[in-house]
């Protein structure tokens, strides 16, 4: 039999190898006595590490679990932006009101009226209409894009751009309507100014222009940074 018996021990711990040799010399009683004092304190430190374990494992779990909820009432939080866009439905509404109002006024001095006159009584319908066209465009896009996705189902109605326009063809349709709608008021106002009897307002026609020029710009801006973007993202 040989003097030296080879014992294999595996500790597993925080701060431990995988596997540990231990090797016993039987032929001191000393050597023995000292691996059996180094067994107990390598027993002793799993055991204290064994707890220490238990309870990280544990606040990781409770950790997981509060970052869940937050992501979830983050999420959810968007809804808060529904009641927004039912605002903006009943302004369409207030929209049709004032379109009507305007239609009921026009109709009756239709046959007397003269032909500016009646270009401008389209033009201040023209530019309702405009105006109500944006307010849909911001509501579906929005919801679209921001909230949930709306089921139509197969209906064959739904608009072609619903559902295809993101927020940079949002922002561009945006500042299109709002263009249009610069521009049909600029020209609203210089037809007025052939009416007789009317004094023309520098002040107002040279802010009406700035104005509708500074549209304009926003919205060559708006294009230029959408290439510029574009071009970013495909180098």
Known sequence: MSRAAGIRSTQSG????????????????????ATSQRLRRASRHTARAGPANREME?????RNAVERLLEQFLFKS???LAPFYVGLALSLLMLLVAFVGDLIHILPGLWSAKPEEIILAVLTLIDLSLAGNLVVIVMFSGYENFVSKIDTGENEDRPSWMGSVDFSGLKMKLIGSIVAISAISLLRAFMRLTEPGVVMDEARI????????TFVASGL????????AAQSEKH
């Open 14 to 33: 925080c701060g431990e190898p995988p596997s540990r040799h231990i090797r016993i010399d039987a032929s001191s009683p000393g050597a023995l006595a």
């Open 58 to 62: 544990s606040v990781m779990h409770h």
């Open 78 to 80: 968007r809804w808060l």
């Open 206 to 213: 040279r802010w009406l222009v700035i104005l509708h020029l």
């Open 221 to 228: 801006l708006f294009a230029l940074m959408d290439r510029f």
